[in-house]
């Protein structure tokens, strides 16, 4: 079965794109934990943070700048925002196509869960 985030970043499955260019797109989360719940995807498959390489550095540079891009258009400059990358079993990961979920608009706890 194909990759459920390769399918969303070709348009195959619906989603609410808050951003996009010939890289990356960012959608608001299915099941959001937070008033503001957006992935942040490559669209180049790659599964997780453990598939990083040098090749990837320029694009998850690239990520990052974009979430703190839209932490700043959606508002939440000042309050703040947490940018996450759950990476293998023990952090949770469900989805193998890696992605940044920015979350804001509430305080949120640490440690996490
Ligand atoms: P993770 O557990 O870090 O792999 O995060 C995967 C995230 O993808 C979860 O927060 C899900 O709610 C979200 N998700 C799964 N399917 C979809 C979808 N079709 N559209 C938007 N978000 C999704």
Redesign the pocket.
């Known amino acids: 079965m194909k990759c ?1 985030f390769c399918s ?1 970043a070709e348009k195959s ?1 619906p ?1 609410k794109v808050e951003y996009e260019d010939t890289e990356v797109v960012a ?1 608001h ?3 959001p934990q937070a008033p503001t719940h957006i ?1 942040v995807i490559p669209r180049k498959h790659i599964a997780s943070l453990r598939d990083i390489s040098q090749a990837h550095v320029e694009l998850m540079g690239k990520l990052l700048k974009i979430s703190s891009e839209l932490a700043r258009k959606l508002g939440h400059e000042e309050r703040g925002y947490r940018v996450v990358i ?1 990476t293998g079993p023990d952090a ?4 193998f196509h890696i ?1 940044a ?1 920015l979350l804001a608009g509430r305080s949120l706890g640490w440690p996490p869960g």
Do not use: K
Not at 92 to 95: A, E, L, T
């Open positions: 459920i969303i499955i989603a959608f989360d299915i099941n992935l759950n949770g990961q469900s989805v992605h979920h």
